[in-house]
């Protein structure tokens, strides 16, 4: 009896302490993905920045400036790109529209990321575009991939539509979240204006034509939370001007927009939330499992082989006392 | 000899499961029907 729990014992051991290392590194990488289906909003406000005036081409300061940004994930879309890709497509139409003071419409910018739903590297497909014109992407968009490095990232600007390094800058505790803060800076850079203007009649085309040119800088910061690899909070220092042509009435450069976009606090608070909650499921997954499975492993291993000692020592009752010798009687 | 089928056995259970749940995957869901937005929520 002893003998069959002992290799039952011994088959449960060498169960769980293969499971171990097949759930972290086989299983893990095929099973976490960002779902094709997710959808999103975030609130990032810039309180006393500066915004153009279209009607008078004046640069004016204004108490607040919204940005409403979306990110929707398009089943249909990932599944037809799939099945050329053969891997997991997350497709992302997102559109961030910014707001003025007085709720009227600053601009819209409309894109299509595509990626891969495990690596979060870009797949390059029809459809894939920044504000209607076609891009290829290289490097991250919005996140980074599950368990992120210290180490710099390439990162997609797509106002500017070049790729360039986002530098790790160190590891920060924000709001009781682990995270890694990453920092990248577009010098100023001349850009395409926006397809929709925040004027009426007025489109990139007729601006093109005054010999007016959209230049453009920004500091991007983001605090990722490094196992899942989603930012828990991001900002943005960012410069818009316009330079040279007609449109400017003899005045070389004017600002365009000027400011510090920072995400809205009940935003922050509801992203950190979510975040925590996933960290805990990718962690189960790559750290609590593997090593309970494996410590369970090396349990079950210890009992088995007691056993199978304890069973192999020998056995029956106790030998009789030896009795004393009689006298002999003649 | 036993003790070698006994390991065998739980090293081909590991290999079934965790093969049987990678294969399942997880489901894709569906689009979500909400708009982007050019409206600023109120709340997330």
């Known amino acids: 009896m002893r003998r069959k729990a002992s290799l039952i014992l011994l088959a449960l051991a060498v169960?769980?302490?293969?499971?171990?290392?097949?759930?972290?590194?086989?299983?893990?990488?095929?099973?976490?993905?960002?779902?094709?289906?997710?959808?999103?909003?975030?609130?990032l406000e810039a309180k006393d920045a500066t915004l153009l005036d279209y009607g008078t081409m004046k640069a004016e300061k204004v108490d607040r400036i919204t940005v409403v940004q979306t990110l929707k994930g398009n089943v249909e879309a990932s599944e037809r790109i799939e099945r050329t890709a053969g891997r997991d497509v997350v497709v992302w139409d997102g559109l961030s529209y910014v707001q003025g003071p007085d709720g009227e419409m600053v601009s819209k910018f409309p894109e299509r990321y595509i990626f891969d739903a495990h690596t979060q590297e870009p797949v390059h497909a029809t459809g894939e575009s920044v504000d209607g014109t076609p891009v290829r992407r290289e490097g991250l968009e919005f996140k980074w991939p599950f368990l992120t490095e210290k180490r710099d990232y390439e990162y997609f600007d797509a106002q500017a539509r070049i790729t360039a390094p986002i530098h790790y800058k160190g590891t920060e505790d924000f709001r009781g979240v682990e995270v890694y803060y990453f920092e990248q800076t577009i010098p100023w850079t001349k850009v395409p204006f926006p397809k929709i203007m925040p004027v009426e009649g007025i489109t990139p085309e007729s601006v093109a034509e005054t010999g007016t040119t959209r230049w453009y800088t920004t500091v991007r910061k983001f605090w990722v939370e490094p196992v899942t690899g989603a930012p828990v909070y991001g900002e943005e220092i960012h410069r818009e001007e316009l330079r040279g042509g007609t449109l400017l009435g003899g005045r070389d450069k004017v600002t365009a927009f000027a400011g510090h976009v920072k995400m809205r606090e009940d935003y922050i608070r509801s992203t950190v939330d979510l975040v925590e909650s996933q960290r805990v499921a990718v962690?189960?997954?790559?750290?609590?499992?593997?090593?309970?499975?494996?410590?369970?492993?090396?349990?079950?291993?210890?009992?088995?082989?007691?056993?199978?000692?304890?069973?192999?020592?020998?056995?029956?009752?106790?030998?009789?006392?030896?009795?004393?010798?009689?006298?002999?009687?003649? | 000899m036993r003790a070698l089928i006994a390991a065998a056995t739980g090293l081909a259970l590991a290999f079934a499961l965790v093969l049987a749940i990678t294969a399942l995957g997880s489901p894709t869901g569906e689009t979500s029907p909400e708009p982007l937005l050019t409206t600023v929520p109120s709340h997330p």
Not at chain 1, 20 to 37: E, M, T
Not at chain 1, 296 to 325: C, F, H, I, K
Request: hydrophobic content about 45%; charged content about 15%; aromatic content about 12%.
């Open chain 1, 15 to 43: 169960f769980f302490a293969a499971l171990s290392p097949l759930l972290r590194w086989y299983a893990f990488p095929r099973l976490a993905k960002v779902p094709a289906g997710q959808y999103q909003d975030m609130v």
């Open chain 1, 283 to 330: 962690l189960l997954m790559t750290s609590y499992l593997p090593w309970g499975f494996l410590v369970l492993g090396v349990g079950l291993l210890s009992l088995s082989l007691y056993l199978e000692a304890r069973g192999r020592r020998p056995g029956g009752p106790a030998p009789a006392q030896d009795r004393e010798p009689e006298p002999v009687g003649a």
